[in-house]
C-alpha cells in the first residue's frame, strides 16, 4: 500500500506540476525514479519532522500540492503544532501519507503505535482523514486527492493485503461504500478491518445472520447522508477499528448519532482498542488478538 501510494505520486508529479514530494529520512531507494526525472519536486529532508511540515505550508502557499510522508507516529506526535498551525488554520491543501497505521510497527513496542492518529487528526477544522482498504482503493484515493483543496491525511496500512475493492465502488473522498448488503446486522469498518469485517459476515451468513458491511474509508468528512439512510434499516451495528476506540471511528458515529438520530445510539458496539498502552511485543496479528480485533471476535460481539 505504502509503495502504491508513492508511486501515484511520482504519476501526479508528471501530470501536474504543482505535485511534489517531501520525505523524511525514508532510505535511498524510495521514489529513486522521480528524484532523477524530478530532482526539483524531490525533497528528502532528514530526521525533521516539524521542519517538512512547515516547509509543505510554505510551497502550497506558492501554489503547489505537496504529498509528505513518514511514520505515522512521528508525522502525528511530533509536528502537531505545526500541523495545526500551519496547515489546517491555513486550510491548505497538503497531504500527509502516513505509514504504519495502527500496529503496523507492532514490533517497535508502544512508541511506534499510531493508535490515536485518526482521533487527533479529525479533531482538527479543515483536516480530511482518510483510511482504504487496499492498494487498488489506495490508487482511486490518490487520484482524488489531487483536486482535495483541504488537507489530507492518509493513513497507511501495512501493505500486502487481500484485494476487496472494485473498481465499480466509484470511490469519492467522503463517501462510504456498502460492500455487503445488510439483512438485521451491520459492520462499519474502515482500513484494512474492512477485511476482518467481511470475514465475519461471512462467517456469521452460515448461521443465518445476515450482517451488511458499511467501509467508511473516510473518518472525516462523515458520510451523514449514508448513515442517515442504513441505521434506521438495521437492528444491531457493531465498528470496528484498529484505533484506540475513544474518539476513532466509533466514535465519531456516535458523536453522529447523538445528535442526529439519538435513538440509534443503544445499537452500536464499538470494537476497538481500549484505553491503555500496549503491553505487549509481537505481531500485528498477534497485537490484534490480544486487543479482540479478529474474525472471532466480531462474530462474537455481533451475536451477543
Given at each position: 500500500?505504502?509503495?502504491?501510494?508513492?508511486?501515484?505520486?511520482?504519476?501526479?508529479?508528471?501530470?501536474?506540476?504543482?505535485?511534489?514530494?517531501?520525505?523524511?529520512?525514508?532510505?535511498?531507494?524510495?521514489?529513486?525514479?522521480?528524484?532523477?526525472?524530478?530532482?526539483?519536486?524531490?525533497?528528502?529532508?532528514?530526521?525533521?519532522?516539524?521542519?517538512?511540515?512547515?516547509?509543505?505550508?510554505?510551497?502550497?502557499?506558492?501554489?503547489?500540492?505537496?504529498?509528505?510522508?513518514?511514520?505515522a507516529t512521528f508525522l502525528t506526535r511530533r509536528c502537531y503544532e505545526q500541523i495545526v498551525l500551519d496547515l489546517c488554520l491555513q486550510d491548505l491543501p497538503v497531504r500527509l501519507i502516513a505509514n504504519g497505521g495502527g500496529a503496523v510497527y507492532a514490533p517497535l513496542g508502544p512508541t511506534h503505535l499510531a493508535v490515536e492518529d485518526i482521533a487527533i487528526m479529525r479533531l482538527l477544522p479543515n483536516m480530511g482523514v482518510v483510511s482504504v482498504c487496499d492498494s487498488l482503493e489506495m490508487k482511486r484515493l490518490m487520484q482524488a486527492s489531487l483536486n482535495w483543496p483541504h488537507p489530507l491525511y492518509i493513513r497507511l496500512a501495512k501493505g500486502g493485503d487481500e484485494i476487496i475493492s472494485s473498481e465499480n465502488d466509484k470511490f469519492q473522498i467522503g463517501k462510504a461504500i456498502l460492500m455487503k448488503n445488510p439483512g438485521e446486522c451491520l459492520f462499519v469498518s474502515t482500513g484494512?478491518?474492512?477485511?476482518?469485517?467481511?470475514?465475519?459476515?461471512?462467517?456469521?451468513?452460515?448461521?443465518?445472520?445476515?450482517?451488511g458491511v458499511l467501509h467508511m474509508h473516510t473518518i472525516k468528512p462523515l458520510d451523514k447522508e449514508t448513515l442517515l439512510e442504513l441505521f434506521p434499516k438495521v437492528t444491531k451495528i457493531v465498528t470496528v477499528e484498529?484505533?484506540?476506540?475513544?474518539?476513532?471511528?466509533?466514535?465519531s458515529i456516535l458523536e453522529f448519532c447523538n445528535d442526529e438520530m439519538p435513538d440509534q445510539c443503544i445499537k452500536i458496539k464499538r470494537i476497538g482498542i481500549e484505553d491503555k498502552f500496549a503491553d505487549q511485543y509481537g505481531s500485528q496479528n498477534s497485537l490484534l488478538e490480544n486487543w479482540g480485533i479478529s474474525t472471532q471476535h466480531l462474530c462474537a460481539a455481533m451475536r451477543n
Open positions: 500500500m505504502r509503495k502504491t501510494a508513492l508511486d501515484c505520486v511520482y504519476e501526479l508529479a508528471k501530470k501536474d506540476p504543482r505535485v511534489l514530494f517531501i520525505g523524511s529520512d525514508l532510505g535511498p531507494e524510495v521514489l529513486i525514479e522521480m528524484k532523477k526525472e524530478i530532482p526539483d519536486r524531490f525533497f528528502m529532508e532528514g530526521v525533521s519532522e516539524q521542519h517538512i511540515v512547515g516547509m509543505a505550508a510554505g510551497l502550497a502557499m506558492e501554489g503547489f500540492i505537496p504529498y509528505v510522508n513518514t511514520i484494512v478491518m474492512t477485511q476482518i469485517a467481511l470475514k465475519a459476515a461471512s462467517e456469521l451468513e452460515k448461521e443465518n445472520i445476515l450482517c484498529e484505533h484506540f476506540k475513544n474518539g476513532g471511528l466509533g466514535s
